[in-house]
């Protein structure tokens, strides 16, 4: 699974992408859960990921989805997007 990452979101991870190896039957709040561990510690002094995970908004495959129980692929391409300021 390719998790992409967006501006706050990016910011606590420090990187753009990650590859995820998953099975089958995980599902978006899986997911979410596995992200926050993964990134427990902020980089450059930015929030946690656990602490911006819970304001995102996520596109699987290019499209919206907020339902934390929505089941994922392992082939799917998923993009945590944080609340954007500006327009």
């Known amino acids: 699974m390719l998790v992409r990452y967006f ?22 709040g899986d997911l979410e859960g596995m992200l926050a561990l993964r990134h427990p510690a902020a980089a450059d002094g930015q929030s ?24 994922l692929s392992p082939d799917d391409r998923v993009d945590v997007l944080p609340p954007f300021a500006g327009g």
């Open 48 to 71: 946690p990921l656990g602490q911006v995970l819970p304001r995102c908004s996520f596109l699987r495959n290019g499209v919206a989805t907020n339902d934390r129980a929505r089941a």
């Open 7 to 28: 501006a706050a979101a990016r910011a606590a991870t420090g990187i753009d992408e990650e590859h995820l190896d998953v099975g089958e039957g995980m599902t978006l």
